[in-house]
């Protein structure tokens, strides 16, 4: 994440971001674009104010070929688990299984 778009001006002008409501004054991802909806773009940099979350009718598989080099694989709830390199890098906590919720704690 850059705190702001980080790009030449003539990126930025073919880009159009001058029109996005926040101009260059906001905070750019590198997100990685699925290889099935655009197979030759692998990554996007994007202004945080076109970030937009999947809907739930869209969520399902995600094809990119740099998925196994930055995730270990993907939880029951079906989101992705980051290497150490990003958790460290994002300051988050490491993935940690809870066990089965359904399990009764009583000692019945």
């Given at each position: 994440?850059?705190?702001?778009?980080?790009?030449?001006?003539?990126?930025?002008?073919?880009?159009?971001?001058?029109?996005?409501?926040?101009?260059?004054?906001?905070?750019?991802?590198?997100?990685?674009?699925?290889?099935?909806?655009?197979?030759?773009?692998?990554?996007?940099?994007?202004?945080?104010?076109?970030?937009?979350?999947a809907e739930e009718s869209e969520k399902g598989r995600f094809d990119h070929p740099y998925i196994e080099f930055?995730?270990?694989?993907?939880?029951?709830?079906?989101?992705?688990?980051?290497?150490?390199?990003?958790?460290?890098?994002?300051?988050?906590?490491?993935?940690?299984?809870?066990?089965?919720?359904?399990?009764?704690?009583?000692?019945?």
């Amino acid at each position: 994440m850059d705190p702001v778009c980080c790009e030449s001006k003539s990126w930025m002008e073919t880009a159009n971001v001058e029109k996005l409501s926040k101009g260059p004054n906001q905070p750019f991802y590198q997100v990685l674009v699925d290889v099935y909806v655009d197979p030759e773009l692998l990554v996007a940099y994007v202004a945080e104010e076109n970030l937009l979350a999947a809907e739930e009718s869209e969520k399902g598989r995600f094809d990119h070929p740099y998925i196994e080099f930055l995730f270990y694989g993907e939880d029951t709830a079906g989101d992705f688990i980051p290497i150490k390199q990003l958790r460290e890098k994002y300051d988050q906590p490491r993935y940690e299984a809870t066990g089965d919720e359904n399990e009764d704690d009583s000692n019945s």
